[in-house]
């Protein structure tokens, strides 16, 4: 039985391209879940979708630009539990303006224990999992001692 999961997709400037080709590839199967993306990101899938196939009605939702803030809504997405999926395809080749947004969605998707490809191998390893589109409830990482530390 089908499980919609919420997938954010982010792709920096260098990997956009990568992130369309992966989306095209798997258009079909990504069609049955929300797909939730950074700004040019989610234009470039919602524009793959609509021009390719417009028959699957997929509507994308976007967050604002990474830089200006899309990473932190992304972000915000995750540390309320309403990210299940994170694949973020990152150009480690470039230093990022906002590269403590990018550690910070990283380290939240950890401590969320949340799913996250951040190369297209990953990515297709993740999508590939018969857990992809079955019931999954990932174990809650216990932070309980973080929380009751005195100061």
Same mark, same amino acid.
């Given at each position: ?14 990997? $956009? ?20 993306? /950074? ?24 967050? $604002? ?37 990018? $550690? ?5 998707? /950890? ?7 951040? /190369? ?27 929380? $009751?530390?005195?100061?």
């Amino acid at each position: 039985m089908l499980k919609i999961k919420r997938i954010g997709l982010i792709a920096h400037d260098a990997c $956009k391209q990568h992130m369309i080709q992966w989306v095209e590839f798997n258009a079909q199967r990504l069609a049955k879940h929300k797909l939730i993306c /950074t700004g040019t990101t989610g234009r470039m899938v919602q524009e793959l979708y609509d021009k390719k196939y417009p028959q699957l009605k997929v509507v994308v939702k976007r967050l $604002k630009s990474g830089p200006l803030g899309g990473d932190q809504q992304m972000g915000s997405l995750i540390a309320s539990g309403e990210l299940d999926i994170l694949i973020f395809f990152t150009d480690p080749m470039t230093t990022q303006p906002h590269d403590v947004d990018v $550690k910070a969605l990283i380290r939240l998707s /950890t401590i969320a224990n949340i799913v996250v490809g951040c /190369t297209r191998s990953s990515a297709d390893f993740i999508i590939s999992s018969e857990l992809f589109d079955g019931d999954y409830n990932a174990i809650e990482n216990n932070y309980e001692s973080y929380v $009751k530390r005195e100061v």
